[in-house]
């Protein structure tokens, strides 16, 4: 079979006359093969590649992770070695030989090591991104990540975005209350304000902040761990997009080996319909509504707390108006229900 080796000399520092048709060949084929494996795993790259940067992995741990992923390498088959030979033990000795052991040797010096001398991600692509073709795409990839998505996915995205603005809202109100609770927030509004402005985001800073870099591409909300969207055929026989409750004990999709693209639609279904919603008020915003409710529950029933079913029936309402009394929700909370 074939085998990819350095050349000893670049193709382009060669005399023309030092050159053969099978350099061009060999070429041709390399193009043909790139071609494919961006074609084929050109998610599970960006994906990889972002993550993995962002964890400050070297270049040779990411590829060596990443091809045995999705293109493990065949090996050719050794030939048996003669027993006995010369030194008595040389076994022995080639077995410790990997881990460096000479005096000058450096730790981690194998291929796809961590060792020493390993080009950061920085150097290599102030060395082959000459374009800023590729620092382009990562940024894409970290910032929308559903820009990668092929035409078919972003259109489902979009119209999941649409299906799923009563769910949202309702699961935006239940977390905001979490969060006005822990702040005891409820009767400040300003708080509020503050604690429902960052309700579609993971994190508030955005990628200004190096140290607290958002947790996944896109930076969608990080509730959205708690819950799942699946396609579900409605009362009237049309599929729609529904966000659901994680099952009890259930890890969250983003930590149990989903699909990339999934996630990558997930969220982008989730952070585009909660900015609708965020954006599309009748009224009284989700602050605003959070001080008046709790006010008047204050008032008219002291010792009773403001509940997320309730909160969700008094602000979610022009947004669930077209599901048919809630389809498109997360089960709907109930009034003991106070998260």
């Known amino acids: 079979g074939w085998l990819l080796d350095k050349r000893a000399v670049r193709l382009d520092d060669l005399e023309p006359g030092d050159t053969s048709p099978a350099d061009f060949e060999h070429l041709l084929l390399l193009k043909k093969a790139c071609e494919h494996y961006t074609e084929e795993w050109?998610?599970?790259?960006s994906g990889?590649?972002?993550?993995?940067?962002?964890?400050?992995?070297?270049?040779?741990?990411?590829?060596s992770d990443l091809c045995d992923d999705v293109a493990p390498p065949v090996r050719p088959k050794r030939k048996a070695r003669a027993s006995g030979g010369g030194g008595g033990g040389g076994g022995k000795?080639?077995?410790?030989?990997?881990?460096?052991?000479?005096?000058?040797?450096?730790?981690?010096?194998?291929p796809g090591g961590e060792g020493e001398g390993v080009p950061s991600m920085d150097e290599l692509l102030q060395k082959y991104d000459t374009d800023g073709t590729i620092t382009r795409l990562m940024e894409l990839e970290r910032e929308s990540p559903e820009a990668m998505l092929e035409p078919a996915?972003?259109?489902?995205?979009?119209?999941?975005a649409e299906h799923?603005?009563?769910?949202?809202?309702?699961?935006?109100?239940?977390?905001?209350?979490?969060?006005?609770r822990a702040a005891k927030a409820l009767r400040d509004e300003e708080s509020l304000s503050a604690i429902t402005s960052s309700l579609c985001v993971g994190v508030p800073t955005g990628y200004d902040d190096p140290e607290n870099q958002p947790k996944y591409p896109g930076n969608p909300p990080l509730w959205g761990e708690r819950y799942r969207v699946r396609k579900r055929r409605g009362a009237g026989g049309e599929d729609r997009w529904r966000l659901e409750p994680l099952p009890k004990k259930a890890a969250p999709e983003e930590q149990s080996g989903a699909e990339y693209d999934s996630l990558v639609m997930k969220h982008a279904m989730i952070t585009r319909a909660c900015r609708a919603v965020e954006s599309d008020v009748d009224g009284d915003d989700l602050a605003e509504t959070i001080y008046s409710l709790a006010a008047s529950l204050a008032a008219s029933q002291p010792g009773k707390k403001l509940g997320a079913a309730a909160l969700g029936d008094a602000f979610c309402a022009r947004h669930c108006e077209a599901e048919s009394g809630g389809e498109g929700a997360p089960a709907r909370a109930k009034d003991r229900d106070e998260l």
């Open 48 to 63: 990889a590649m972002y993550t993995r940067t962002a964890a400050g992995l070297s270049a040779n741990k990411i590829a």
């Open 164 to 180: 799923l603005r009563c769910g949202v809202c309702r699961a935006m109100c239940k977390q905001a209350l979490v969060e006005a």
């Open 42 to 45: 050109q998610h599970e790259l």
């Open 153 to 160: 996915q972003l259109e489902e995205a979009t119209a999941g």
């Open 93 to 110: 000795a080639k077995k410790g030989s990997g881990k460096g052991s000479s005096k000058g040797g450096k730790k981690g010096s194998s």
